[in-house]
C-alpha cells in the first residue's frame, strides 16, 4: 500500500525526496508553488527533470497540489484568467518533474447557486486543458460543503466531470475528513459510502486519496484536519485503510502536525491501522481510535524525528 504526506519543497524537490524516504514515506505530495499566490514561476524543466527521476529511481510517487486562493467558479473575468495562467503553470511544473497529477479544489458559487458555479467552473477547467496539453492529470478535490463550496458529493463532482470536454484529462481526488465533514462518510454507514465511491464512473477516474481525520463533525460542513486517532472520524479511518479499493490508490496524510518529522508517526500509525495492528475503544461520534505511534521510534527511521521547524507547512484544512 503507498501511504505517504505533504511536505515543503522550500529547500528544494530533492531535498523533500531525501524527507521522504526519511519519514518511511512511499509518496509525498508538494506545492508547485507558492500556495497563497497567482505569481508565475518560471519552469525549469532541464534541472527539475533530473530531480523528478530522482524520486523515481526511489519509488516514490509526487503528486501535486494547486494554490489554495484559485476559485474556478469565480464571476470576475480578470480573476478567472489568473486563476486559470496560475493552474496551467502548475501543471507545467508538475510536468517538469515527472508528477501525473496535481489537486485541484472545487470552485465556490459565492451565493450565485449551485449550478452557476458549476457551469462557471466546468469552462474554467476546459480552458486550463486547452491551454496546457501535457500528461499532468488534474484532479478535482471533494470538499467539506464550506461556504458556498461546490464538490460535496459524488453526485455533485460526476455534475462537474460529466460536462468537461477535457474529462478524460480530469480525475479525482477523495479527502477524508471533508468526505465526513460534508456527511458524505458517517459513523455506521461506511458501505453505503463504499458503493458511492465504488460507482464506476467515479471509480475510474479516482486517482489519489487523502487521509486525514476531522476536527469536525459529520455532515457539519467545518473543513477542519485533525491528527489520525484524535478527531472525530473513529473507526471510519480504520475501515477505510482495510478496504482493498483503498489500499489500490495512493494515500496522502495531512494532518497538522507540529513539525514535518510527525508524519513518520502518523504514517506508522496508517500503516499498522491498514494491517490490522491497532484496537479501538469506545465513546465518541465513531468509536475513536487509541492515538498510537507517537513520539515511538519507528519501523522506517529507528529513531524518534528531529524537532526541527517545518517550513511551508500545509494547513489543517484544505
Avoid at 54 to 60: F, H, I, T
Amino acid at each position: 500500500m503507498i501511504i505517504g504526506c505533504h511536505l515543503s519543497t522550500g529547500a528544494g524537490f530533492s531535498r523533500a525526496v531525501d524527507n521522504a524516504g526519511r519519514l518511511g514515506a512511499d509518496a509525498f505530495q508538494y506545492f508547485p508553488k507558492n500556495p497563497r499566490s497567482y505569481r508565475i514561476k518560471a519552469v525549469d524543466r532541464h534541472a527539475w527533470e533530473k530531480e523528478g527521476r530522482l524520486a523515481r529511481e526511489r519509488g516514490l510517487v509526487t503528486v501535486g497540489h494547486s494554490a489554495y486562493v484559485t476559485n474556478l467558479s469565480t464571476a470576475d473575468p480578470a480573476l478567472r484568467e489568473t486563476t486559470i495562467a496560475s493552474i496551467v503553470n502548475e501543471l507545467e511544473i508538475c510536468e517538469a518533474y515527472g508528477t501525473p497529477w496535481l489537486v485541484v479544489h472545487c470552485g465556490r458559487h459565492m451565493g450565485e447557486g449551485w449550478e452557476i458555479g458549476r457551469r462557471r467552473m466546468v469552462e474554467a477547467v476546459d480552458e486550463v486543458m486547452r491551454r496546457f496539453q501535457g500528461r499532468c492529470q488534474l484532479l478535482l478535490e471533494n470538499t467539506a460543503g464550506q461556504g458556498s463550496e461546490i464538490g460535496r458529493t459524488v453526485d455533485e463532482l460526476l455534475s462537474i466531470h460529466e460536462a468537461l470536454e477535457s474529462r478524460r484529462r480530469v480525475g479525482f481526488c477523495l479527502d477524508s475528513c471533508h468526505a465526513f465533514a460534508s456527511g458524505m462518510l458517517e459513523p455506521g454507514a461506511y458501505e453505503r459510502f463504499a458503493a458511492e465511491v465504488r460507482r464506476p464512473e467515479f471509480a475510474g477516474y479516482l486517482r489519489v486519496v487523502h487521509f486525514n481525520d476531522s476536527k469536525g463533525g459529520a455532515g457539519e460542513q467545518v473543513d477542519r484536519h485533525a491528527l489520525l486517532g484524535q478527531g472525530r472520524m473513529g473507526a471510519l479511518l480504520v475501515e477505510m485503510l482495510r478496504d482493498p479499493f483503498f489500499q489500490a490508490l495512493p494515500v496522502i496524510i495531512e494532518t497538522p502536525v507540529a513539525q514535518e518529522d510527525d508524519y513518520a508517526a502518523e504514517i506508522e500509525k496508517a500503516r499498522r491501522w491498514a494491517m490490522g495492528e491497532d484496537s479501538h475503544q469506545e465513546g465518541g461520534e465513531a468509536a475513536p481510535l487509541v492515538a498510537t505511534g507517537q513520539g515511538r521510534k519507528t519501523e522506517q527511521t529507528g529513531a524518534k524525528p528531529s524537532r526541527a521547524k517545518k517550513p511551508g507547512r500545509k494547513p489543517a484544512g484544505g
